[in-house]
């Protein structure tokens, strides 16, 4: 079992940055994918980034290319994401998640709040 404890996220200005962390209990997941998701009110959960195990391979959504960047930190069992030039549409809650398949997480955390401001 892992657990998964999102935070880091707020109310900020459109063009401002928040960093998410997403810290895990448990068992390690420092050989799993870990995916950054996201569900704006009546939208669907849609995928955001993703950091695979050595950390060398970090796919993002078009919509946040160049804007987010995901790291993690095995040792601290940590993965964070760093989202800069915040826009109004990256308002949602944000949900980390790992699992032997980044496609199908079997772990989810509680989510964090992300209001970006106009």
């Known amino acids: 079992q892992v657990q998964l404890v999102e935070s880091g996220g707020g109310l900020v200005q459109a063009g401002g940055s928040l960093r998410l962390s997403c810290a895990a209990s448990?068992?390690?997941?420092?050989?799993?994918?870990v995916g950054w998701f996201r569900q704006a009110p009546g939208k669907e959960r849609e995928f955001v980034a993703a950091?695979?195990?050595?950390?060398?391979?970090?796919p993002y959504a078009d919509s946040v290319k160049g804007r987010f960047t995901v790291s993690r930190d095995n040792a601290k069992n940590t993965v964070y994401l760093q989202m800069n030039s915040l826009k109004p549409e990256d308002t949602a809650v944000y949900y980390c998640?790992?699992?032997?398949?980044?496609?199908?997480?079997?772990?989810w955390g509680q989510g964090t709040q992300v209001t970006v401001s106009s």
């Open positions: 448990g068992r390690s997941f420092s050989n799993y994918a």
């Open positions: 950091i695979y195990w050595s950390g060398r391979r970090t």
């Open positions: 998640a790992t699992g032997p398949s980044i496609a199908t997480p079997n772990y």
